[in-house]
Nanobody
Framework: VQLQASGGGLVQAGASLRLSCAAS????????LGWFRRAPGKEREFVAA????????VYAGSVKGRFAISIEKVKNTVYLQMNSLKPEDTAVYYC?????????????????WGQGTQVTVSS
């Protein structure tokens, strides 16, 4: 399984970005895909997750209402639409794949990881 994250960049507070995570290497019908982030000096933390059908999603409280996770199954790609960005959203964002499809929130529950994409939000 390979996960390729992209779409990060440098933006001002209040702006929007859309991250993409392209998955390949197998069929993903039973998987969940999630986004995590690691800010400087902090541990990797959960942001959002979605099951492969796209019918269910969960969010961290800090991003709920501002971020939206979605899936385009034809392209095997998961997106994270980030709106109203804040300086505290600055982090490296990683996508992960959970074979159990349970949309869990812990790093250890994910089996595969992409390489990360940097998001920097200036004030």
């Amino acid at each position: 399984v390979q996960l390729q994250a992209s779409g990060g960049g440098l933006v001002q507070a209040g702006a929007s970005l859309r991250l993409s995570c392209a998955a390949s290497g197998r069929t993903f019908g039973t998987y969940a895909l999630g986004w995590f982030r690691r800010a400087p000096g902090k541990e990797r933390e959960f942001v959002a997750a979605i099951n492969w059908s796209g019918r269910r999603a969960v969010y961290a409280g800090s991003v709920k209402g501002r971020f939206a996770i979605s899936i385009e199954k034809v392209k095997n790609t998961v997106y994270l639409q980030m709106n109203s960005l804040k300086p505290e959203d600055t982090a490296v964002y990683y996508c992960g794949a959970d074979r159990q499809g349970s949309m869990r929130i812990y790093v250890a529950d994910y089996d595969y990881w992409g390489q990360g994409t940097q998001v920097t939000v200036s004030s």
